[in-house]
Structures are given as structure tokens and as C-alpha cells.
């Protein structure tokens, strides 16, 4: 069992920055992919990035291209989403979730809670 955690979240002006972590722990994330996603209010969870167990991969949603970067630090069980240019769009809850193996996450097992990312205008 995978147990993930995201932080980060919180009150941002437009045009601002925030940096979301996603903590695991239970086991080693090394050998997950994880993938970020968002959901705002009354709309479907969307896909936002995505990045390979080496980190060596990535992926983004083209509305983030430019302006979010996921990394990783296995040696902290932890994978990142620096989120720049923040519009009041990007408003939602904040999502990470692991998929067991190498290459980009296909199916995910695991899912953390969520954290709430708020861009005001």
C-alpha cells in the first residue's frame, strides 16, 4: 500500500506561483509513476501532468504546457508540481495519484486526498 499526501495548496493572486508536493509513504514511490490531476467545481477531474519513475518522462496537459513542471526527488518520496502564471481558472483541488511500474502511468492504484489551489483575479 501506497499512502499519498499532497501539500502546497492554498490562496494565490493571478500571475502568482505555487509549488504542490505529493508525499508518499507505506513504500517507496521510486518505482511509481504518479500523475497529477485537478478537479474544479461542477466539472470532471482532469488530467494535468504526468512524469516516469526515473523521472527520464513527462507529460502535460496542453493547457499546462509552459507553465507546469512535475518533478520528482525519490530519495524524499516525494513528487512535485511547480505551477507558474496561475490563472483563476486553474482554481481546483488538486490531485496525485500513483501508478506501480516504469514508463508514463497508465491505470492508477493510488490516490491522495487533494489539495485546494485557489487563483484569484
Known amino acids: 500500500q501506497v499512502q499519498l499526501v499532497e501539500s502546497g495548496g492554498g490562496l494565490v493572486q493571478a500571475g502568482g506561483s505555487l509549488r504542490l508536493s505529493c508525499a508518499a509513504s507505506g513504500r517507496t514511490i521510486s518505482t511509481y509513476a504518479v500523475g497529477w490531476f485537478r478537479q474544479a467545481p461542477g466539472k470532471e477531474r482532469e488530467f494535468v501532468a504526468a512524469i516516469s519513475w526515473s523521472g527520464g518522462d513527462t507529460l502535460y496537459a496542453d493547457s499546462m504546457k509552459g507553465r507546469y513542471t512535475i518533478s520528482r526527488d525519490n530519495a524524499k518520496n516525494t513528487v512535485y508540481l511547480q505551477m507558474n502564471s496561475l490563472k483563476p481558472e486553474d482554481t481546483a483541488v488538486y490531485y496525485c495519484?500513483?501508478?506501480?511500474?516504469?514508463?508514463?502511468?497508465?491505470?492508477?492504484?493510488?490516490w491522495g486526498q487533494g489539495t485546494q489551489v485557489t487563483v484569484s483575479s
Open positions: 495519484a500513483a501508478d506501480y511500474g516504469p514508463g508514463l502511468p497508465n491505470e492508477y492504484d493510488y
